[in-house]
């Protein structure tokens, strides 16, 4: 009931005790007046003294002393309120009780509510008045080294932000004007900032506040899920403006510390795609992952890390990191320990193409559930290492796979790409041999306790490994320029967390959907929304460095590399969709194989790759996969007998 409270508390609380034994001398001034006054001490001291231990305690239990001044709000009026109202009924009883309230006006007690009120309350106003210096941003008067900005978003964004300007010390902003998105709150004002105009006004808002002699130099977007396109549209527009744009933190991202300065961020790559949040059936992916034992491959890779991420924050009971890489696997298997230090974790220093190490790894740990995302995946580098591409991407998954249904794993998740439909690329066809090992082994089970092979494909993620945005990012920094392969080449996109979250929401709707088993053989396919131009990417990242394309930096097309195409596709025109349940996902129908021809491929396949002969490796591919169009310089496909 009653709180500790530290020093500056103990001020506020004597503050409090002198200001309850005023409000009652000057509730007896106000009620009797100054004659009441001339005796006070043998009239009403008592009654005095009463009131006053009555409200020591009161306060004291009330959790007044809690709060800082400095950011009193509703919820703090809230707290006085109540606690002068229990003050004076506790008094009034007292009093009742000791001298049956004679000689006491009973107005007195409403008289004494009300000036208490004031006495607790206005110094607390004040207070907040002074350190907000409210009065100071009222004067308008302009400070040469503040930043004049635009707030896009006339939400709780903007006024966090204008709050927290005013709470710091160092305000290295002013705030000139908010665009709202929409034209209802014009003229409206937060926290005293006047809402100027909405967002298909920004030019002539910008113009308008010039010609008055104010320019900003920055707009700062103040909501976290602007679409991608307006994002897109107020960058062309800041920047042919000269201004800026810049945006704020998540709004768990401010510091509550007394005097922080206002960190604004850099509009970033994810912000360009503004891609609505895809709703998530968490239930369902915890349902799928907590009490059981997990096995992620290539945990250490973009997609392999974040999965294992997420996963751990599901409660599984055990969790074992494979990867071939001992610095990846390191840092990943650092990150979980100090995170999640109660879970028990493996980490596992092992190559997917070792069959005999991958079987090792199965008989020791029993996973009840496998996330496949060990893969080579860099086209042009798979390009000229098709061998060992293969032997990956293909072989790996075998390795995996073959595993699982041997050990009777509940499931396997295999992590595949858009680049598997219609494949001009060796790293494409592979996974996409690799989506057809797995949908033969879950087409062939014989009941329905076998394992099942769920297959997940998907586009881009924005900062992957090998990915376009850390190139340009290295360019960037060494000055330019910016290689582009083609003017039209366009590429679907995603953000690592998105992918992984709608992976594992894929998985667990490969598992059930309304309580019943989704059909076997299925591909579950991502919805990466609008492909980008990849030369628009290039230049919104210029833009965003805050340079100007052509000028600063320039953006060189170098044309497409070998196993390369202008644009990606989620679907082949032979898999019919399948709805779904969950938003973000849809299921591709299964083009059915033979298990005992793909399972022959493949091996043909494992000769080829342990002969190291790459033109042999190419001639299978094309046997499995006819509608491959790359690597026409591998000879003629032969028939496999």
Known sequence: MFQKIHSRGLIVYGHDIFMAGLSFVVSIYLRLGAWALDDFTTDWLPAATV????????????GLYRGVWRYASLSDLTAIVRAALIAILAFAFAMFILVRLEDMPRSLPIINWFVLMALLGGPRFFYRVIKDKRFDLGSGVESTSQIPVLLIGAGDGAALFIRALRETDH????????????????????HGIKVIGALDEVDSLVAGLKASGIKPQRMILTKDDFDGAIIRRLLEQADSLGMTLARLPKLTDFKAGIGDAVEIKPVAVEDLLGRPQTPLDRDSMRRLIAGRRILVTGAGGSIGSELVRQICALAPTDVALLDNSEYALYSIDLEISEDHPELNRRALIADVRDEQAIETI???????????????????LVEQNIVAGVSTNVLGTVNVADACRRHGVTAMVMVSTDKAVNPTSVMGVGKRIAEIYCQA???SAVDDAATRFVTVRFGNVLGSTGSVVPLFQRQLAAGGPLTVTDPEMTRYFMTIREAVELILQASALGRESNGETVPRGNICVLDMG??????????????????????????????????????????????????????????????????????????QLAVAC?????DGVVRVIRTLVPEFSGRQDAGPITASG
Request: proline share 6%; with cysteine; charged share 25%.
């Open 51 to 62: 009131f006053v231990a009555i409200c020591a305690v009161v306060f004291w239990a009330s």
């Open 171 to 190: 305000r290295g902003y002013r705030v000139v004007g908010i665009i709202a998105e929409h034209s209802r709150r014009i003229g409206r004002e937060i």
């Open 362 to 380: 199965f008989a020791e740990f029993r996973p009840d559930l496998v996330f496949h995302a060990a893969a080579l995946k860099h086209v042009p």
């Open 441 to 443: 082994l879950d087409l």
């Open 530 to 603: 609008d492909p980008v131009r990849i030369l628009d990417l290039a230049e919104q990242m210029i833009k965003l460095a805050g340079l100007t394309p052509g000028k600063d930096i320039n953006i060189e097309i170098v044309g497409l590399r070998p196993g390369e195409k202008l644009f990606e596709e989620v679907f082949h025109g032979a898999e019919p969709l399948v709805p779904t349940t969950c938003a973000g996902i849809l299921l591709a129908a299964p083009r059915a194989a033979d298990r005992s021809a793909v399972s022959e491929a493949v091996e």
């Open 610 to 614: 342990a002969e190291g002969d790459a």
